[in-house]
Nanobody, 120 residues
Framework: VQLQASGGGLVQVGGSLRLSCVAS????????MGWYRQAPGKQREVVAL???????TYVDSVKGRFTISRDNAKNAVYLQMNSLRPGDTAVYYC???????????????WGQGTQVTVSS
């Protein structure tokens, strides 16, 4: 099982980006999914989370600017980022709790990270 993230890049202040992350492999079920980020010299922090039913939570700094969504049929999670600021510059990681086929428990998986750089 692996998570493949994409969609990062360089954008100017006020611009937008859409991150995508797809889980693949012998998957039985995907539970909660989310996005985290880590800026240089800082700890990794949660950005947004989404449950299987679509309930979402956001860190205060992105509320009203970022939107997390998912497509359960595709085992995918997305992060629409609008009104980007220099403080949003970081490596963004997707995360998911996944139960593999024939497994009895969920395991936590991370994507490889995608760089988002917001220039002023």
């Amino acid at each position: 099982v692996q998570l493949q993230a994409s969609g990062g890049g360089l954008v100017q202040v006020g611009g937008s980006l859409r991150l995508s992350c797809v889980a693949s492999g012998p998957i039985f079920r995907v539970d909660d999914m989310g996005w985290y980020r880590q800026a240089p010299g800082k700890q990794r922090e949660v950005v947004a989370l989404i449950t299987t039913s679509g309930r979402t939570t956001y860190v205060d700094s992105v509320k009203g600017r970022f939107t997390i969504s998912r497509d359960n049929a595709k085992n995918a999670v997305y992060l629409q980022m609008n009104s980007l600021r220099p403080g949003d510059t970081a490596v963004y990681y997707c995360n998911a709790n996944i139960r593999r086929i024939l497994a009895s428990t969920f395991q936590n998986y991370w994507g490889q990270g995608t760089q988002v750089t917001v220039s002023s």
